[in-house]
């Protein structure tokens, strides 16, 4: 069965400092990849995905993700963080038709 | 903006009382999931529905039921609850169509079992 790993469970920026967080999943054959934001007090939400195509994603507030097939990967970057970046991402990848989570990052940025 | 509702927000019980988490989604999503979250943990797939009538177990064995009698609401249920019940109930809704599988979560459902 499918999982993911997340490497860093809490991670702590200053304002502007870039970020990258490690995503990696077991599956080596054709995967959709996600990653999902909790910001504090609300709803989980889309960041960005990768279906196909260009393995370098853009998704919404400046995140970008790399697949990178040969390393199982889809790390999630930010040149410059802020304040309000501050939230919990979760990496996923599509199995079946379902959504297999990992266990999650917790980002702290320091004003 | 996603409309995906959860209730109760947080909830406290004893041991052995029967509990229903509700989970409604006013978008017509067929598709419809309930994920269990423990802190600095995954989100866990425990039931999964792909319409009116259908249910399927997730990864994780849990011992709570669901059904879907309609396409906008998907409770579940746990009959006789226990401490280890106790952890975040996630529920999630998104469009039919195996590649869309941008999903609307709910605010989340708290439950502690004394």
């Known amino acids: 069965a499918q999982s993911v790993s997340q490497h860093n469970h809490h991670v702590i920026l200053s304002e502007a400092a870039s970020l990258e967080l490690g995503c990696n999943y077991s599956?080596?054959?054709?995967?959709?990849l996600f990653w999902y934001v909790q910001y504090p007090g609300q709803h989980l939400q889309l960041l960005l995905k990768?279906?196909?195509?260009?393995?370098l994603v853009k998704g919404i507030k400046g995140f970008e993700a790399e697949f990178i097939k040969s390393k199982f990967s889809f790390n999630l970057r930010k040149p410059s963080v802020q304040w309000s970046d501050t939230a919990e991402y979760f990496c996923?990848?599509?199995?079946?038709?379902?959504?297999?989570f990992g266990q999650g990052t917790e980002l702290s940025v320091k004003p | 903006e996603a409309d995906i509702y959860q209730t109760p927000r947080y909830l406290v019980i004893g041991t052995g009382k029967k509990i229903t988490l509700e989970c409604s989604q006013t978008?017509?999503?067929?598709?419809m999931y309930w994920y269990q979250q423990d802190p600095g943990m995954e989100l866990h797939l425990i039931h999964y529905?792909?319409?009116?009538?259908?249910?399927e177990k997730g990864d994780l064995s849990s011992e709570s039921t669901v059904s879907r009698i309609r396409t906008e609401h998907f409770p579940l249920t746990l009959e006789s609850a226990r401490p280890s019940h106790t952890s975040q109930y996630l529920c999630?809704?998104?469009?039919?169509?195996?590649?869309?599988?941008?999903?609307?979560f709910g605010s989340g459902t708290q439950l502690s079992v004394l």
């Open positions: 599956y080596g054959g054709t995967v959709n």
């Open positions: 978008m017509g999503h067929d598709k």
């Open positions: 990768y279906f196909s195509g260009d393995p």
């Open positions: 999630a809704s998104s469009e039919a169509g195996q590649l869309n599988e941008k999903l609307f």
């Open positions: 529905s792909y319409g009116v009538n259908s249910t």
């Open positions: 996923a990848v599509n199995q079946g038709g379902k959504l297999i």
